[in-house]
Structure formats: structure tokens, C-alpha cells
């Protein structure tokens, strides 16, 4: 009777470490795919935003007309998702002011014909500073345009 109890003890002992060690695969193995998603995203953010991201910075008239074009086509191409869509602005340093401003700036700024409208404004001859605005994954969601002075 008392080998009969010992031999009880022992496969119940088993079992729990077998159950231990299982929870802590379970855990190893959902901390490895929250990481995994992670870097999936990065990877994801880096191809969303490699078409604009060589535009940053002193441009010419004709670069900003091109980034402009590739926003527009970029726009086209996910209008089922507004999530993806990128605006555009334009601001002028002589007068500080923007010409898409208003209370609805950034819907404004992803409406196409007001993104053709900035494009039609961007003068070839002129030089223009372009940076982003970045959302909270790190994608690009607005391309503000400034004006360079002479």
C-alpha cells in the first residue's frame, strides 16, 4: 500500500511538470510571434513609405511635381482604404501661410483635386523643401511642401 502511494505521488508530480513546461512553451512561443509581428510591420512600414522616402529634403519644382504624381497614383491605388492615403501641402515662406489650410486640412490635403491643384501651383524653376508627417506606425500620411527663398 505504501509503494502503491509513493507511485501516485510520483506520476502526479510528473504530470505537473509535464503541464509546467508546456504553459512555458505556450508563453515562449506567443512572445516569439508578438516579436516576429513586430518586425513584420517595420518591414511593411519601410516598403510603404521607400517610394517617397527619396524625396525628402531641398527638391526641385520638377522632383515635387513627380512626388506629387506618385502620391496621386499611391492614392488611386488604395482608395478603398482612407487609412493609406497620403495628403499633401503646400506652404509658401513668403506669406507663412498654407494654402490648403482650413478646419479639415488633412482631408483637404488627401482630396485629389486639391492635391492637382498644389501640383499645378509647383513652379519647375523653383526650388522646395519636402518633408513628412508621419503617423503611429511610422508611415507617411502628409507631404509638407515649403517654398525655398531665394
Do not use: W
Not at 517617397?52 to 512626388?67: D, P, R, W
Not at 506652404?91 to 488627401?110: C, F, G, P, V, Y
Request: net charge negative; with cysteine.
Amino acid at each position: 500500500m505504501e509503494n502503491a502511494s509513493k507511485a501516485l505521488i510520483i506520476a502526479g508530480a510528473i504530470l505537473l511538470s509535464i503541464l509546467i513546461i508546456g504553459l512555458g512553451m505556450f508563453i515562449f512561443t506567443q512572445a516569439s510571434d508578438v516579436l516576429q509581428g513586430t518586425n513584420m510591420d517595420g518591414t511593411r512600414v519601410q516598403a510603404y513609405n521607400a517610394d517617397f522616402a527619396s524625396y525628402e529634403g531641398a527638391q526641385t519644382g520638377i522632383a515635387v511635381k513627380s512626388l506629387i504624381n506618385t502620391v496621386l497614383s499611391h492614392n488611386r491605388a488604395n482608395e478603398s482604404d482612407p487609412s493609406l492615403q497620403i495628403g499633401v501641402t503646400l506652404d509658401s515662406n513668403e506669406n507663412n501661410q498654407s494654402k490648403t489650410k482650413d478646419s479639415d486640412s488633412l482631408a483637404t490635403a488627401i482630396d485629389s483635386t486639391a492635391v492637382t491643384n498644389i501640383r499645378n501651383a509647383v513652379l519647375s524653376s523653383q526650388r522646395y523643401t519636402v518633408d513628412f508627417e508621419y503617423g503611429r506606425s511610422g508611415e507617411i500620411i502628409c507631404v509638407k511642401i515649403t517654398t525655398q527663398t531665394t
